[in-house]
């Protein structure tokens, strides 16, 4: 068996089809479990401060989560980042 191996540039990106910018709050207290998620950071912000005064705990961690997608340079990228239709849709 032959095989043809060839460089072919690629970039990484956003994936423009994916949500963007979710985020997860957590408290760092040892055993309280407390977390919100959400795309609005503003309301995650005072989730967390209503949890810090009714609880008087002052640690929290952020995750930022965003998905990104790869493309290849030796194909048409804009086919590569079509949104695939739902089963049972008919496109033409």
């Known amino acids: 068996m032959r095989a ?4 072919v540039d690629h970039s990484i990106g956003l994936d423009p ?3 963007r910018d979710m985020e997860d709050l957590a408290c760092t207290t040892f055993e309280c ?6 795309q609005d950071f503003g309301e995650l912000q005072d989730a967390a401060m209503k949890h810090s005064g ?12 965003n998905y990104w997608r ?3 340079h030796d194909q048409d ?4 980042l079509r949104v695939s239709p739902s089963p049972g849709v008919v496109t033409r």
């Open 4 to 7: 043809v191996i060839r460089h």
């Open 17 to 19: 089809h994916a949500d």
């Open 33 to 38: 479990g407390w977390k919100v998620s959400g």
């Open 54 to 65: 009714e609880k008087q705990h002052f640690g929290f961690r952020q995750v930022t989560t």
């Open 70 to 72: 790869v493309v290849r």
């Open 77 to 80: 990228v804009a086919e590569q």
